[in-house]
T-cell receptor, first 115, second 111 residues
Framework: KAGVTQTPRYLIKTRGQQVTLSCSPI?????VSWYQQTPGQGLQFLFE???????NKGNFPGRFSGRQFSNSRSEMNVSTLELGDSALYLC??????????????FGQGTRLTVV | DAKTTQPNSMESNEEEPVHLPCNHS???????IHWYRQLPSQGPEYVIH???SNVNNRMASLAIAEDRKSSTLILHRATLRDAAVYYC????????????FGGGTRLMVKP
């Protein structure tokens, strides 16, 4: 069974640009969550999508957005990039919307560097 | 969200048991206790979870205090591959799949 696939693995962008990251969950998983990991703030939750609907949202500015397609694949977009957006962006997929007792499977992440 | 408290780092010798503690004194009745670990240069990996009773799986054991205000992740025989950051997370059964990570415990394993 294929794991969670994130593309691209590495990305370099310039301040002010926008970026789109992609995540393909494990087959059959309908929940996709996104996280940002930085040395200073650690792992922070961005948002969760389940069946194309955003279920939860973390405390991030509106420049961070996402969506989920009917095949459960998800994309996240960051507009007007800032230097502080440099981070490892991780995607996690889960089988269902979650009752607290399901495990999340993480991808290897996309390393975004903003220069 | 209910918070967890873990030591910043711990050290262990290879092939010895490791007990990783976690305090969660504000845990609510709807919170599951989850453990994830993150190996260097990888995404987090699920280890184990429980609600009230102790749990065992092929990776580890989870011992939960009777009052649920603390728990301990037990690695029965540490290997070099177990060197990672271990996160103890409380998951509200009513909050979807959101995981709130704290600082975790960095486990170092000495050969």
């Amino acid at each position: 069974k294929a794991g969670v696939t994130q593309t691209p693995r590495y990305l370099i962008k310039t301040r002010g640009q926008q970026v789109t990251l992609s995540c393909s969950p494990i087959s059959g998983h309908r929940s996709v969550s996104w996280y940002q990991q930085t040395p200073g703030q650690g792992l922070q939750f961005l948002f969760e999508y389940f069946s194309e609907t955003q279920r939860n949202k973390g405390n991030f500015p509106g420049r961070f957005s996402g969506r989920q397609f009917s095949n459960s694949r998800s994309e996240m977009n960051v507009s007007t990039l800032e230097l502080g957006d440099s981070a490892l962006y991780l995607c996690a997929s889960s089988l269902e919307s979650g009752r607290g007792n399901t495990e999340a499977f993480f991808g290897q992440g996309t390393r975004l560097t903003v220069v | 969200d209910a918070k967890t408290t873990q030591p910043n780092s711990m050290e262990s010798n290879e092939e010895e048991p490791v007990h990783l503690p976690c305090n969660h004194s504000t845990i609510s009745g709807t919170d599951y206790i989850h453990w994830y670990r993150q190996l260097p240069s990888q995404g987090p990996e699920y280890v184990i979870h429980g609600l009230t009773s102790n749990v065992n799986n092929r990776m580890a054991s989870l011992a939960i205090a009777e009052d649920r205000k603390s728990s301990t992740l037990i690695l029965h025989r540490a290997t070099l591959r177990d060197a990672a950051v271990y996160y103890c997370i409380l998951r509200d059964r009513n909050a979807g799949n959101m995981l709130t990570f704290g600082g975790g415990t960095r486990l170092m394993v000495k050969p």
